[in-house]
């Protein structure tokens, strides 16, 4: 079910001259990572989100500086075309239950109520950043994916995972009603391992962690870890290296270590990718996003990602006819965040 919470207009704020419009627009819309903050406006019938600008989290203390950053250089954009936010809707990287939304991978913390009345909004929504890209599924377009043969048809229930900061799953349902988010926290699953050298990641890890769930090896944190892990296993000094430099050198092919470690990499995510779409029944698609399998490229397209996400014995078959995608377009979680405040109206 849908974690989606509805505030009440805040009665100081409909009383100003420059109140927000009755209407219901402007809308403000965000996507908050571990990283990065993406905001943006849509105003118009046509549920557009533009003007989208992206703020690193560790330039502002919290999420209101970031959101009155923002605002600041809209207005001086729209000049008197400006309008405050009637309603908005914030995408988080983080498990969203009762009113204080603390993030998994990085110091922001807000109160949604806190929040609403400080930007006077007739409604603020809090959903979970992957529930908002599971919520934009059915409307990407080719344009905006990229697949591994034929391209997803959005029907039934589909999956998203997502590789960024941290790792991220969703999907989403059809229903006579329409379209309903199936919100959760698939990254903190136990990875599992499909072959011995994986095993022997697993090992290798489980020296730091006493639990190794998926996030811990499949994500911009993890990277780090999954390095090491595989440098252990090949028997060969571990460098010291930022998750970018592992994947520029893994690409470059300079650095074997690094490759092996890209390689593991897309092999371990095709499993896991696997897994969510036989728990989920994603007969649509799973559909993947976050910020690091853009950058693999063709490398992606040429690892054992598919042939891993269908090695489920006696449930290949079923797999086969599961489409897989990438997520080319990286603001479609605020597309999705958008179609959230459209459902509030039914």
Known sequence: MSTIKQGKVNPAAAGRPDAPS??????????????????????????????????PT????????????????????????????????????TAVAGDEVAFTNSHWRFSRSALQAELGLQALL????????AL???????????????????????AVIGPGTGLGVGGVTQTRLGWVALPGEGGHVTLAAS?????????????????????????????????RAVAAVMAVPAAALTAEAIVERGLSGSDAVCV????????????????????????????IGGGIVPRLGEFF???????CFEAKGRFREYLQG?????????????????????????
């Not at 209407?23 to 989100?49: E, H, K, M």
């Not at 809090?126 to 890209?133: G, I, K, S």
């Not at 409307?139 to 959005?154: E, V």
């Not at 603001?331 to 109206?345: F, K, P, R, Y």
Request: hydrophobic share 45%; with cysteine.
């Open 126 to 133: 809090v959903l979970n950043d992957f529930e908002a890209l």
């Open 22 to 55: 009755t209407s219901g627009r402007p809308w403000l819309v965000a996507d908050i990572g571990g990283t990065n903050a993406r905001f943006g406006w849509v105003d118009g019938d046509s549920g557009q989100v533009q003007h989208v600008r992206k703020l």
């Open 260 to 287: 092996r470690m890209l390689d593991a990499f897309c092999a371990l995510l095709g499993s896991f990718a696997g897994n969510v779409a036989l728990t989920l029944g994603a007969r649509g698609g799973v559909y």
């Open 301 to 307: 397209f040429r690892s054992r990602f598919r042939e």
């Open 322 to 346: 599961i489409p897989t995608a990438l997520i080319t377009d990286t603001l479609a979680a605020l597309s999705g965040a958008a179609l959230a405040i459209e459902q509030l109206d039914g």
């Open 136 to 158: 934009s599924l059915p409307r990407l377009g080719p344009a905006q994916l990229r697949a591994h043969g034929a391209m997803p048809q959005p029907s039934g229930t589909l």
């Open 58 to 93: 560790a330039d502002h203390a919290q999420p209101a500086d970031a959101v009155r950053a923002y605002l600041q250089g809209l207005t001086q954009a729209l000049g008197s075309a400006y309008r405050p936010p009637a309603r908005a809707a914030f995408a988080v990287a």
């Open 195 to 227: 072959d011995d050298f994986e095993a022997a990641l697993l090992q290798q890890a489980r020296r730091e962690f006493p639990h190794v769930s998926a996030e811990r090896l499949l994500s911009g944190i993890g990277l780090p870890m999954l390095h």
